[in-house]
């Protein structure tokens, strides 16, 4: 409850009153009257705190205060009054009284724009909802407040309570985005919340939300993260809070967890022993424990009794308070981390009797989340007593419960749960359908602890339906989270790395025995690998049937195999299991749709839909249904089957992987250009254009198109734009009509302005803005910007005025170099001179290298000190060997792809390559030299690249390259709206250069829009 804030005008009023004796009490006497009604309530409250005051007494001042406040038009303290008598409602657990009331204070204080007080009304209406369970309406009138309590602190930055307010709000919604299951979210508003305790030396608020990121970080799978923000929360604890005993039985319960979680379980188990013996003690004098540690935040806040109240009243700041925290929250958590061990144990009946005292817990209290969660455990006690109707519907409940209060984390976890029942009666068709819907949630949570664990078990369900190959595509996937957990635990003592380690064992050597039975070793080598098993080769030798030849360890872009161990490292994906992700992430997609629209759907309680809501739950929740079918379908749909029997050992790690694409989306968001990402995947029978905009999820749109036909017709396509003068307009239009006219409608919704590319195979021989729509080339409507996969950590790079600029050309000299089996001879470049001295003329802070000066030796060195890095010289990107391309430097040296990785760019904004050329020999290869070049110069830590697709003419560069520069030089615009710019230039203007040879050779490969 908040103190009521009397409006200036009343003040005065009370300040001079009447002299003169009236017979009847006046209007100002009255409303004196009132507002002390009020005082006396808030007094009684107060002392309600400490056990010394009346809930009942101070609801009957409030009520005459709003009844006096109402006969005179006092609008600012009815609204106070009707503020206390919800708050009273409130305490008492009489929520939907409670609401009333706030809501019409809400009104009021909108009404008379009370900007200062409307805060308060949205706050208790938002935790009202949050005691009810309906977290996204709590969030819908939690976050007006805070913008609010923001805005009022910029206008009052002397006072000291909008802060309090502040820090208490923010929690309060991260308390509710963590209960929704977005860990993320939670994780935000809790590192904002930490930041200002911080900054306000507040002590044990600090601590309090450090326990609360460890939580979160928890759901979220970094377990050292949590294990630093539990020990940095005892340790402060100890410093300068000993007393709040309940906070620190709350951290020690959440260590226990955590420790459990990583395999440790008999320090598990001590600490949860040492936080239920701290509840013990606070539950034997609980209503002392209470009242002390409210009386130690009392005397710590300064006796504030607006933020006083605000505290008190929340479940969530903390195990400072009452019955919230004590009595139940913390005991029942605590019976629950006990009764895990005990079931980890097979001692079910001990584990089942504190289960039920938890559940009976959660119930008297009415707390939903605790109350699903145990549900599930009894249901897992069940399960492994193998009473599977009974631990079905106990998941059920539990599935309603987060189905009702949107936490989609706690719906994933479930479903994922009943999939294991189903599995275990050998229903496995049924469990599939079950964990792809379950991993669908986990995914968009960002829940990756559970998702690795249901890709296990999903490929445990493909194992046993004889389909190794799937089961191998899935459990790879489960062994790379791991591993992404894994990697996050590597400063933390050795003991706890091993034991978590043995938790998750399983899944490494489920996987390692399928290759193997796959005929699969060395892979099956490298899954051991990481998991540091010494036993590796004894392991292999028990599982090998007969003698086995050895396959080549997949390539996907790492030089060779390392075969020390690497905890950090991760499986590759196969070309043919990547695209089996691809296509299962395609139905993972529609799932995680129809589930945001249901759960958006659900937001408006049952009682209050309109039966066109109630309409579309039904027909959402029978699609789901379909979904889970889906799944099994697409297992043996004829493109899946092709794609297991063609597994093979090529692959390139510059893909981009369509499990990837959802992450772009926010990417997408940010640009200042409209833009849209263009995947094209070439399968046995189609062209699917995967597409992704920032406002949907990616979607697929099939063109019946065989890559026979389709690389003829790249093949026709390149022989024609090679050659200047010639006409590729024919072979243009056709791939326009594959490639762009199946997704005109998509880039129109989305008012594109650039397409993103990321080509797949012999697509990447061809540049993009060489399409023919029939009447203009694509160049004229979109930017284009290529993308690899190192690409999207951030798509967009703002221009800037300043580009300090390192350029070097091979101007003169022949060299002879060896490519492949025949020599070829480079000469120098004379227009490459005029480019640079051009190049230098245009942009300030130039530094010019020629000839025998631009070598290795001396060029790469500088290059991290320059934001553009420009090498007018020979380039050779080899097809068919990506590692051997090579970029020719000044005095002869050349540099391979595999030198460029150990270069470090982190400063460099564009590597431009003005004499690159692709070298073809007489078939197409599949176009990884292309973007493995833009890939590898990427990961240098440079933010883009510019290379070519084929040798264009020395002076038509020289062209292109001055007109690059002079519109970048202007920090007006991007890299890759410069480049489409200078090809435009070309495109349009007067000259001999405006055929596609000259102007569509060159791509920009990157973050460059």
């Not at 209960?179 to 979210?185: A, H, V």
């Not at 006990?338 to 289960?355: E, M, P």
Request: charged letters at 20%; a neutral charge; glycine letters at 6%.
């Amino acid at each position: 409850m908040r103190l009521p804030v009397i409006p200036l005008t009343l003040i005065l009023t009370l300040a001079s009153p009447s002299l003169a004796q009236a017979p009847t009490p006046t209007t100002e006497e009255q409303i004196t009257q009132a507002v002390m009604l009020n005082s006396n309530g808030e007094s009684l409250i107060y002392k309600d705190f400490f056990g010394v005051g009346e809930l009942q007494a101070a609801l009957e001042n409030f009520q005459q205060a709003l009844a006096i406040f109402k006969k005179y038009g006092a609008k600012a303290g009815e609204a106070n009054s009707l503020v206390n008598i919800g708050y009273v409602y409130f305490r008492k657990g009489e929520y939907g009284k409670a609401l009333e009331y706030f809501q019409s204070s809400l009104d009021i204080r909108r009404k008379i724009k009370d900007r200062q007080n409307e805060w308060i009304s949205l706050s208790y209406i938002g935790e009202v909802y949050v005691n009810l369970g309906r977290y996204p309406q709590a969030l819908e009138y939690y976050q007006p407040a805070l913008a609010i309590i923001k805005e009022l602190k910029a206008a009052n930055s002397k006072d000291s309570n909008y802060p309090t307010s502040e820090k208490i709000l923010l929690a309060d919604i991260g308390a509710v985005y963590f209960r929704m299951g977005q860990y993320t979210k939670a994780l935000d508003f809790y590192q904002q919340t930490l930041a200002m305790q911080k900054a306000d030396d507040d002590k044990i608020g600090g601590i309090q939300t450090l326990n609360n990121i460890g939580v979160v970080y928890v759901n979220l799978g970094n377990y050292k993260q949590a294990l630093d923000s539990y020990e940095q929360g005892l340790a402060n604890l100890q410093e300068c809070c000993s007393n709040y005993i309940g906070t620190k039985a709350a951290i020690i319960n959440n260590l226990a967890s955590t420790n459990f979680s990583l395999g440790q379980y008999k320090k598990s188990l001590e600490l949860a022993e040492e936080s239920a013996n701290i509840y013990s003690r606070i539950n034997h004098d609980s209503e002392k424990a209470t009242k002390q540690e409210i009386k130690l935040l009392y005397d710590y806040l300064g006796q504030n009794s607006q933020a006083l109240q605000q505290v008190a009243s929340r479940a969530n700041v903390g195990d400072a308070f009452g019955k919230d925290s004590f009595q139940f929250q913390g005991r029942a958590l605590n019976l629950n981390n006990i009764g895990q061990i005990y079931l980890s144990l097979g001692k079910y009946d001990q584990a089942l009797k504190l289960y039920q005292q938890a559940l009976n817990i959660y119930k008297e209290n009415s707390y939903k989340p605790g109350i699903a969660v145990t549900l599930n455990n009894i249901a897992k006690v069940q399960s492994s007593l193998g009473k599977y109707p009974q631990a079905i519907e106990l998941n059920q409940q539990a599935l309603a419960i987060y189905q009702e209060v949107g936490d989609r984390t706690g719906e994933g976890v479930t479903i994922s749960n009943l999939g294991q029942i189903y599995q275990k009666q050998g229903q496995q068709e049924k469990a599939s359908g079950l964990y792809q819907q379950a991993l669908a949630m986990h995914r968009q949570v960002s829940d990756k602890v559970s998702e690795a664990a249901t890709f296990k078990l999903l490929g445990d369900t493909l194992s046993a339906q004889n389909q190794p190959q799937l089961a191998i595509a899935f459990y790879k996937q489960s062994v790379n989270l791991t591993e992404s957990i894994r990697q996050s635990l590597r400063t933390i003592p050795a003991d706890i790395q091993k034991s978590y380690t043995e938790t998750v064992a399983e899944r490494y050597r489920r996987l390692a025995d399928l290759l193997l039975k796959q005929n699969r070793p060395s892979e099956a080598q490298q899954v051991l690998d990481l998991l540091k098993i010494q036993e590796a080769n004894d392991f292999i030798g028990n599982r090998r049937s007969q003698p086995q030849t050895t396959t080549a360890v997949v390539n996907t872009g790492q030089r060779g195999v390392n075969t020390e161990p690497q905890p950090s490292q991760k499986l590759p994906l196969q070309p043919q299991e990547q695209q089996i992700s691809q296509k299962y992430s395609a139905i993972q997609d529609q799932a995680i749709a129809l589930g945001q629209e249901l759960t958006n759907l659900r937001k408006t309680p049952a009682n209050a839909r309109t039966a066109t809501q109630e309409k579309r739950i039904a027909e959402l929740v029978k699609l789901e249904q379909t979904i889970m079918a889906e799944f099994n379908k697409f297992t043996k749909t004829p493109a899946v089957v092709a794609l297991v029997q063609q597994l093979s050992v090529n692959s390139g790690q510059e893909n981009l992987s369509l499990r990837q694409l959802n992450s772009l989306r926010d990417n997408l968001r940010q640009l200042n250009k409209k833009a849209v990402l263009l995947y094209p995947l070439v399968l046995d029978d189609r062209l699917e254009l995967v597409v992704v905009t920032a406002d949907t999820p990616p979607i697929h749109r099939p063109v019946p198109v065989k890559p026979a036909e389709l690389n003829q017709v790249i093949n026709e396509f390149r022989q024609t734009i090679v050659i200047p003068y010639k006409d590729s307009k024919i072979p243009a239009n056709k791939l326009y009509n594959w490639l762009i006219k199946p997704i005109e409608n998509d880039l129109k919704q989305a008012n594109a302005q650039a397409i993103i590319y990321a080509p797949d195979s012999k697509l990447r021989y061809i540049p993009l803005a060489a399409l023919y729509d029939g009447k203009n080339w694509l160049i004229e409507r979109y930017i284009i910007n290529n993308i690899t996969a190192a690409s999207l950590t951030k798509l967009n790079s703002k221009p800037q005025a300043s580009l300090p600029t390192l350029a070097a050309a091979f101007t003169k000299g022949d060299y002879k170099v060896a490519v492949g089996e025949r020599q070829e001879v480079f000469s120098g470049l004379p227009f490459a001179k005029v480019e640079v001295d051009n190049l230098a003329k245009t942009i300030k802070d130039t530094k010019i290298l020629f000839d025998n000066d631009f070598s290795p030796q001396v060029t790469i060195p500088q290059m991290n000190d320059y934001k553009i890095v420009h090498l007018a010289t020979h380039g050779m990107l080899v097809s068919g060997d990506p590692e051997s391309s090579f970029i020719l430097f000044g005095n002869g040296d050349r540099v391979t792809l595999k030198d460029i990785e150990n270069w470090s760019l982190p400063n460099v904004d564009l590597v431009v390559l003005s004499a690159c050329q692709t070298g073809l020999g007489n078939q197409l290869g599949n176009g990884q030299e292309i973007l493995g070049l833009g890939y590898q110069i990427q990961l240098t830590g440079a933010k883009a690249s510019i290379a070519s697709l084929w040798a264009v003419s020395d002076g038509g560069t020289q062209a292109l390259m001055d007109g690059f520069y002079s519109v970048l030089k202007t920090g007006n615009l991007t890299k890759s709206e410069a480049l489409r710019t200078a090809q435009l230039s070309l495109l349009t203007g007067n000259n001999q250069f405006n055929y596609p040879y000259y102007w569509a050779s060159f791509i920009i490969i990157g973050n460059g829009l």
